[in-house]
């Protein structure tokens, strides 16, 4: 977050690349009771989970499910195609090119794409959208365009980027939200700028402004959104006019209300509470493989931590913790990595339990080294969230159990989830669990994330965690940058094991978890749901009995 995605999905609907995903009918009014009480004039699908929504702002977006909602109501020039692990295919793009250099990729694209609000979609809204990310350096989607150097639409229906180095993730980059199109006149009208200063957040968080098959037509933050049919889509109509995500926290609730019919997919189950379902008639119950990886955060900051923040204790909580437990609260399927790259990426790495599991004489050793005996108190935070049904608290009371085995005295704290993003991004807290799900699927996406360094050249988890770029890590940036540019597949695998060894010797992080996803969906009101680790459930497939 090795080899290849060995887990396969189940057999998904497969769309035209050049048709688009959507459907192109009118507006209805739906309703909120899920799809038993729809009619065939206007189907409406309920879905209930817990969602770590933000933001519906693409330049801005950053969490697990916002693609989710940036791939129903945005187009990009490619996307992932359906039942893969981010396997890039064709959105509004016909093809593209790349020079020598390997730094100039030149995209032509569809001439009838039109967005919602019946303007035309040409390549001038596709480099104003990238150019208003690239001029937003505060946001976390910022980190997927900063290898850009320029962007240009030299006519309606070409767009060249000119990258600052060769990036073999390139294309596979632009099938994340950071390069959602939006209608840049529309947006403009808002606030939108692609020159710095972009106000338009604010009202992107109340609609949307894509050319996708879905429209926002309202978001209540953590109670529910509400997607409608976009009525100048382009692309191939289904027969659903109105989505609603409703947040529900409990599993319980959720199983209960698929049970009732009150809603039509559920998302927050695991492979224990999914045996709730199991029999049950008109419910299937399917899993698919994920990108989600659960870890905890040791900051580097002295001042949140003197204790915690010293590399030996960090290291020292690693040998401490007992990771076949958290496989057992996992459930099937779960895997534990390494470290940053999960199972599905170039080389990545599973730790050896055997030789690389719990070993608590190191671990006390690593303390008395670093000055800590008798160990030292520490709040650990969490929030109220869950990673694929594994409740955040949950593991929160297992890492407290491990560490007082090594005299750490650990002290929960559990936040709304939104105000711990907030504090993970503020870099103020010393200790914390969170999970990671890839914004592209190429081990770039990783090393962008989790290497050291700090500041606008810094990294996501560089800048979170304070850990600074130095010539005793340097090693895992040169890895690094041959990863980026290296396009033969074996050599890569090659250098992502290297480096994943060599991050392993100092890193503030420990990973706990690679999940599988598992969800149930009714099949009386819907048929096969296909599911894409990068956009969750695939809403543009979705298609009602």
């Known amino acids: ?69 940036s791939y129903a109501a945005y187009d990009m020039l490619y996307r992932v195609k359906s039942g893969t692990m981010g396997t890039p295919e064709p959105s509004v793009a016909t093809g593209y090119t790349v020079d020598s250099t390997g730094t100039v990729y030149t995209f032509t694209l569809r001439d009838d794409v039109v967005f919602a609000s019946g303007n035309k979609l040409t390549a001038k809204d596709v480099a104003w959208s990238v150019n208003r990310v690239m001029n937003m350096k505060e946001s976390n989607a910022y980190s997927n365009v900063k290898s850009i150097a320029k962007v240009e639409a030299p006519d309606d229906t070409t767009v060249v980027f000119t990258l600052t180095e060769p990036d073999a993730s390139f294309l596979v980059k632009t099938t994340s939200n950071a390069y959602c199109i939006l209608d840049s006149e ?12 972009d106000t338009a957040k604010a009202w992107l968080d109340t609609t949307s402004a894509g050319s996708g098959p879905y429209v926002v037509d309202s978001w209540t933050p953590k109670e529910q959104l509400v997607l409608k049919k976009n009525a100048n889509y382009w692309g191939e109509s289904k027969n659903i006019d109105t989505i609603i995500f409703r947040e529900m926290t409990s599993v319980d609730a959720q199983i209960t209300a698929l049970k009732n019919g009150e809603v039509d997919i559920i998302l927050g189950l695991n492979s224990e509470t999914a045996k709730q379902l199991q029999g049950v008639d008109g419910v299937t119950v399917t899993t698919g493989p994920t990108g989600l990886m659960t870890f905890l955060v040791m900051s580097r900051d002295t001042s949140l931590s003197p204790e915690m923040s010293n590399p030996k204790v960090q290291e020292a909580v690693r040998y401490a913790l007992d990771y076949q437990g958290y496989l057992d609260l996992g459930g099937e399927g779960c895997t534990v990595p390494l470290n940053f790259v999960q199972q599905g990426f170039s080389g990545g790495l599973t730790r050896d339990l055997k030789t690389e599991g719990q070993d608590l004489d190191k671990a006390k050793s690593l303390m008395a080294e670093a000055g800590y005996p008798n160990g030292f108190t520490i709040t650990l935070t969490c929030a109220s969230n ?83 770029r130095s010539a005793a890590n340097e090693d895992l940036w040169k890895l690094a940058d041959e990863i980026q540019v290296e396009t033969d597949e074996t050599k890569r695998a090659q250098e992502s094991e290297e480096l994943q060894r060599a991050f392993e010797k100092d890193n503030p992080f420990a990973f706990l978890l690679q999940h599988p996803k598992t969800f149930a969906y009714s099949s009386k009101t819907l048929n096969n749901v296909t599911y894409d680790d990068l956009c969750k459930i695939e809403l543009c497939e979705l298609t009602a009995k």
């Open 1 to 69: 977050m090795k080899r290849t995605l060995s887990l396969l999905l189940s057999a998904l609907l497969l769309v035209s690349l050049l048709a688009g995903c959507g459907s192109s009918g009118g507006n209805v009014q739906g309703n909120v009771q899920g799809n038993a009480s729809g009619t065939s004039a206007g189907k409406t699908i309920v879905i209930g989970g817990q969602s770590d929504l933000v933001t519906l702002d693409p330049g801005n977006m950053y969490e697990p499910y916002a693609n989710m909602i």
């Open 186 to 197: 529309v947006v403009k009208q808002h606030g939108g700028s692609d020159t710095g200063g």
């Open 386 to 468: 869950n990673s694929e049904g594994l409740e955040w608290t949950s593991i929160a009371q297992k890492v407290k159990q491990d560490l007082a085995k090594i005299n750490i005295t650990v002290n929960i704290e559990t936040l709304e989830a939104t105000l711990v993003y907030e504090k993970m991004r503020d870099a103020s807290m010393p200790f914390y669990i969170m999970f990671w799900s890839p914004d592209y699927y190429d081990i770039n996406n990783q090393t962008a994330a989790f290497l050291p360094g700090t500041g606008d050249s810094g990294t996501a988890y560089g800048n979170r965690t304070k850990w600074e």
